[in-house]
T-cell receptor, first 116, second 115 residues
Framework: AQKVTQAQTEISVVEKEDVTLDCVYETRDTTYYLFWYKQPPSGELVFLIRRNSFDEQNEISGRYSWNFQKSTSSFNFTITASQVVDSAVYFCALSEALDNTDKLIFGTGTRLQVFP | NAGVTQTPKFRILKIGQSMTLQCAQDMNHNYMYWYRQDPGMGLKLIYYSVGAGITDKGEVPNGYNVSRSTTEDFPLRLELAAPSQTSVYFC??????????????FGPGTRLTVL
């Protein structure tokens, strides 16, 4: 069955520290997509990244980077030199291509608090 | 483009009351979704639609109904509100091509409390 696990419920760091948010997924599909969304205190969901299962290249976008490893079914998210504005709940999500409906299966989220 | 819009932003209902949560998108997306987010949890799919006139149940459909008469609108109906439906509701949409998965874009959410 498909599942997304974010084992870290809450992480607290001090500004400028690097922090990694873990995401482990389960799927029977060979073609699938992984996502990260950010939910700041204002409550909206902001799309960060989408990665398909055939593309294991790591991605970097400014201070954000993502490490996708099929061998361990993980799609981890690292914030370098964290800032107070990074404080939010971060969700990892999975969509399976076989499904044909693009439904997202979400993890329970990791709350990141960055202190000045 | 306004993207995905939801109304109302907040609502308090009494047990047994009914209401409709509105969702509209102006991105010409064919797929639309309703999720609910309970405190400390991820989002769970209530209903989805792959096009006008087509809807289907998600993981937690009980107590809800949907319709999709146009591409743009996807209202969610609560018929007999119960305290268990206290949650934040998110509408999302995506443009799905055959064999592909597109990114879902979310509305700002509706915070519903049932007392």
């Amino acid at each position: 069955a498909q599942k997304v696990t974010q084992a870290q419920t809450e992480i607290s760091v001090v500004e400028k520290e690097d922090v990694t948010l873990d995401c482990v997924y389960e799927t029977r599909d060979t073609t699938y997509y992984l996502f990260w969304y950010k939910q700041p205190p204002s409550g909206e969901l902001v799309f960060l990244i989408r990665r398909n299962s055939f593309d294991e290249q790591n991605e970097i976008s400014g201070r954000y980077s993502w490490n996708f490893q099929k061998s361990t079914s993980s799609f981890n998210f690292t914030i370098t030199a964290s800032q107070v504005v990074d404080s939010a709940v971060y969700f990892c999500a999975l969509s399976e291509a076989l499904d044909n409906t693009d439904k997202l299966i979400f993890g329970t989220g990791t709350r990141l608090q960055v202190f000045p | 483009n306004a993207g995905v819009t939801q109304t109302p932003k907040f609502r308090i209902l009494k047990i047994g009351q009914s209401m409709t949560l509105q969702c509209a998108q102006d991105m010409n997306h064919n797929y639309m979704y309703w999720y609910r987010q309970d405190p400390g949890m991820g989002l769970k799919l209530i209903y989805y639609s792959v096009g006008a006139g087509i809807t289907d149940k998600g993981e937690v459909p009980n107590g809800y109904n949907v319709s999709r008469s146009t591409t743009e609108d996807f209202p969610l109906r609560l018929e007999l509100a119960a305290p268990s439906q206290t949650s934040v509701y998110f509408c999302a949409s995506s443009y799905a091509l055959a064999g592909g998965t597109d990114t879902q874009y979310f509305g700002p959410g509706t915070r519903l409390t049932v007392l």
